[in-house]
């Protein structure tokens, strides 16, 4: 038998939204049974609360974000992936901005800081989603699938396919949440420069930093470009290793990547309110479609 979990104690972490550019408090604290997780934007009057929920979804462009009203809160997918993936039910995040600190890309901080507050086991009984028959989405001609199907656990895997010589097809897989930490924690999120490039033209990554996103070049780019980076990130002599990778970022995993996909498609999934038992095979994940599929696994059961 399986009981709902929440935190010891109340625990903060600080630092920049990744879009927005703004510096950001975020505190997790203990919740009783049956709350979920729950963000209250402190900073807004009446302190206003969002429910982490797939239906309150509102945007998916550059992550994925909540709204309930005057409560809105973005780029919560490395959140939920820390929670989902350390098995906490309930907690409410109190949040002074519209958008969640980026970190260092990935769910490592927030795992870390989590596993300091303590997880502490609750009364009550643990309540899973269950896939009791195969249900399958896609989006053709994005070529993008996805699969549930039945199984007494939780399996999950995702296949990627960026069609470059520095990142091409990659493959994740997680064969029990359990094994979240150490195996998906710590993978960062990435970008290509040429989008980076795009998103810096149009002011969208004012938090971005070489040290909370792998870079991948697929072109050497021209010094001045290397020189406009250098200047955006205050970092001094940015270079392209041998690898193809921005500056001298080392990969935690040769499938980073891939890992990071399957990171996000975790936290995503735990939109629906409950964790899942079944197996899910995802192609081409991203947070659109991670929400299309989760509402219709929701419609089904």
Same mark, same amino acid.
């Given at each position: 038998?399986?009981?709902?979990?929440?935190?010891?104690?109340s625990?903060? #972490?600080?630092?920049?939204?990744?879009?927005?550019?703004?510096?950001?408090?975020?505190?997790?604290?203990?919740?009783?049974?049956?709350?979920?997780?729950?963000?209250?934007?402190?900073?807004?009057?009446?302190?206003?609360?969002?429910?982490a929920?797939?239906?309150?979804?509102?945007?998916?462009?550059?992550?994925?974000?909540?709204?309930?009203?005057?409560?809105?809160?973005?780029?919560?997918?490395?959140?939920?992936?820390?929670?989902?993936?350390?098995?906490?039910?309930?907690?409410?995040?109190?949040?002074?901005?519209?958008?969640?600190?980026?970190?260092?890309?990935?769910?490592?901080?927030?795992?870390?800081?989590?596993q300091?507050?303590?997880?502490?086991?609750?009364?009550?009984?643990?309540?899973?989603?269950?896939?009791?028959?195969?249900?399958?989405?896609?989006?053709?001609?994005?070529?993008?699938?996805?699969?549930?199907?039945?199984?007494?656990?939780?399996?999950?895997?995702?296949?990627?396919?960026?069609?470059?010589?520095?990142?091409?097809?990659?493959?994740?897989?997680?064969?029990?949440?359990?094994?979240?930490?150490?195996?998906?924690? =710590?993978?960062?999120?990435?970008?290509? #420069?040429?989008?980076?490039?795009?998103?810096?033209?149009?002011?969208l990554?004012?938090?971005?930093?070489?040290? =909370?996103?792998?870079?991948?070049?697929?072109?050497?780019?021209?010094?001045?470009?290397?020189?406009? #980076?250098?200047?955006?990130?205050?970092?001094?002599?940015l270079?392209v290793?041998?690898?193809?990778?921005?500056?001298?970022?080392?990969?935690?995993?040769?499938?980073?990547?891939?890992?990071?996909?399957?990171?996000?498609?975790?936290?995503?999934?735990?939109l629906?309110?409950?964790?899942?038992?079944?197996?899910?095979?995802?192609?081409?994940?991203?947070?659109?479609?991670?929400?299309?599929?989760?509402?219709?696994?929701?419609?089904?059961?």
């Amino acid at each position: 038998m399986t009981y709902t979990h929440t935190i010891k104690t109340s625990v903060s #972490l600080s630092g920049k939204g990744l879009h927005t550019g703004k510096f950001v408090n975020l505190t997790f604290h203990p919740a009783d049974e049956n709350t979920g997780i729950l963000f209250r934007r402190i900073d807004l009057p009446g302190q206003p609360e969002v429910l982490a929920h797939a239906e309150l979804v509102f945007d998916t462009s550059r992550g994925t974000g909540i709204k309930n009203g005057p409560a809105e809160v973005r780029t919560i997918e490395h959140l939920m992936a820390a929670l989902a993936g350390l098995q906490i039910d309930n907690v409410i995040v109190d949040v002074d901005a519209d958008e969640v600190p980026i970190l260092d890309g990935s769910s490592r901080l927030i795992v870390e800081a989590l596993q300091k507050a303590g997880i502490v086991e609750q009364k009550q009984e643990r309540r899973f989603f269950v896939i009791d028959h195969p249900v399958e989405f896609a989006i053709p001609e994005k070529n993008i699938f996805f699969k549930a199907e039945p199984f007494d656990g939780f399996e999950i895997k995702v296949d990627v396919d960026y069609g470059t010589s520095i990142l091409a097809s990659q493959s994740a897989e997680l064969k029990d949440v359990s094994r979240f930490y150490p195996e998906i924690y =710590n993978c960062r999120t990435f970008v290509f #420069l040429h989008e980076l490039q795009f998103l810096i033209a149009n002011n969208l990554v004012k938090g971005g930093d070489v040290d =909370n996103a792998i870079v991948f070049v697929t072109q050497m780019p021209e010094q001045k470009v290397l020189d406009q #980076l250098s200047a955006f990130f205050n970092r001094q002599n940015l270079k392209v290793t041998e690898n193809g990778v921005l500056d001298n970022v080392e990969l935690h995993h040769a499938n980073e990547p891939a890992r990071h996909k399957l990171l996000d498609l975790i936290g995503d999934l735990y939109l629906m309110g409950k964790p899942i038992k079944g197996r899910i095979y995802a192609s081409h994940p991203g947070h659109f479609a991670n929400n299309e599929f989760a509402k219709k696994l929701l419609s089904e059961f």
